[in-house]
């Protein structure tokens, strides 16, 4: 990857899209630090489990309140919501196939349903949070003056979720790779990055310099060793071979070429470790949202005992809401009859498979295994890192947890490929002048 971007900055365009892409992530993580008036620290934050990664992928923004604290999150919200209603609703189905038109109404439609899931979502955190909130120093702490202030509190989060929306969507059409997923790595990277500064200054304080040198010792070898695991399954695939057969049109002769399927073990990638994340996060939120999360509430007591995180219940709760949504994510990437029809209409056939429906079924037994076996890894990986990291230092659960683990690779990969693809195209332009 190094090497691909010494490469990469030799090239004159490809170096000026670097340097806007550095340059956008730079004025976004620039708006993560400006202070919104009558907002403090967030306290409480760490009680809920999907607000912990909502402000891990925002770098923190969302517990200091600042002006992007929504992040990307809402158009995250946004775009997972759309895709899903693009299966179940036709209408949806038919614009996502009409090209780049399609495409572009499908876009507009995340656009407003991101600016109202921001405002939902600003409303919520303020309410939840009102205790952090100074309506005096606005508009006042009284009658229509308080409702005055709190409406200004949600324009300025939906405009900075906005603004994010924007700024990720200048680096896809100007940068290199895809704005939003970069956006994304740069949060998870500035929060890890202020821990580990927060272990390194722990090194050189007598009293703890013993036990954050062995936990930084720690965190390297284990990072390093679930980085290769994430990288090793995140790269393998399946590949069912294509025969395409000699075709004689006038003069010329056409196909007879061989190639292939590629099946990813985890083509699903994060997404579902978000859903069920964010399911079963879901009634905590809301209960401490209605104030029942109180030590006098008889069931909040036994949902924390039994359903609280970490708890076997939960464990085995999610693991199973994660092979649910690995499947169900892997139906909607994935369709074995539209592949099986264009392999037949294009003249081909699987060796040792009929055409038609045969070789649809048997897409489809193949894409259930290989669906299996990334399942389980990511249900492993929900588990396994944290457990580990927990057990070298307490602060690193909620930075370094699966979804951002997986999130981090995933981003870097894309952002390699999209480099070497920008690399690549150049070199042809060269060689066709």
């Not at 939840?128 to 989060?157: D, H, I, P, Q, R």
């Not at 590629?262 to 009634?283: D, Q, R, T």
């Not at 809301?286 to 949902?303: D, K, P, Q, R, V």
Request: glycine share 10%; hydrophobic share 50%; charged share 10%.
């Amino acid at each position: 990857m190094w090497q691909t971007i010494v490469n990469a900055f030799k090239i004159k365009e490809v170096r000026r899209k670097i340097l806007i892409t550095i340059g956008i992530l730079f004025i976004y993580r620039l708006g993560c630090y400006i202070p919104v008036p009558g907002v403090e620290v967030f306290e409480g934050m760490g009680d809920y489990t999907f607000l912990q990664i909502m402000s891990a992928v925002s770098g923190g923004a969302l517990q200091y309140g600042t002006f992007f604290a929504m992040g990307i999150g809402p158009y995250i919200n946004a775009s997972i919501i759309i895709q899903l209603l693009t299966v179940g609703i036709p209408a949806l189905e038919r614009l996502s196939k009409q090209g780049e038109e399609g495409k572009r109404r499908i876009n507009t439609y995340t656009r407003i349903l991101t600016l109202f899931l921001a405002i939902v979502q600003a409303i919520g955190i303020l309410v939840a949070f009102s205790g952090s909130v100074n309506t005096g120093s606005l508009f006042g702490s009284e009658g229509f003056l308080k409702f005055l202030s709190y409406a200004f509190l949600v324009v300025v989060y939906t405009a900075g979720a906005a603004l994010t929306m924007w700024l990720g969507e200048r680096i896809t059409d100007y940068g290199v790779s895809n704005g939003i997923s970069l956006l994304i790595f740069a949060g998870i990277l500035a929060t890890a990055g202020s821990t580990i500064l927060n272990l390194i200054r722990q090194m050189f304080v007598p009293e703890t310099a013993v036990t954050a040198t062995w936990s930084l010792i720690g965190f390297i070898i284990a990072a390093i060793v679930i980085f290769g695991a994430i990288v090793y399954v995140n790269e393998a695939e399946r590949k069912i071979p294509v025969q395409y057969a000699k075709q004689v049109k006038g003069r010329k002769m056409y196909g007879g070429q061989s190639t292939h399927i590629p099946i990813k073990v985890n083509a699903s990638g994060v997404m579902p470790l978000i859903f069920a994340f964010a399911i079963l996060s879901f009634p905590d939120l809301i209960m401490n949202l209605f104030g029942l999360s109180t030590s006098n509430s008889s069931f909040y007591a036994w949902w924390s005992t039994y359903m609280g995180s970490g708890s076997i219940v939960y464990m085995i709760v999610l693991c199973i809401l994660i092979l649910f949504f690995a499947y169900f994510y892997n139906q909607i990437q994935f369709n074995p009859d539209d592949i099986s029809k264009s392999i037949q209409s294009n003249g081909g056939f699987i060796p040792g498979t009929r055409p038609g429906k045969p070789t649809a079924d048997y897409l489809k037994r193949v894409s259930n295994r290989i669906t299996l076996f990334g399942a389980i890894f990511l249900a492993l990986l929900a588990l396994i890192p944290s457990l580990i990291f927990k057990a070298i230092d307490q602060t690193l659960v909620n930075v370094f947890s699966a979804t951002g683990l997986l999130i981090i690779v995933s981003v870097a990969l894309e952002f390699d490929q999209a480099l070497q693809s920008q690399i690549m195209m150049k070199n042809y332009k060269g060689f066709l002048k």
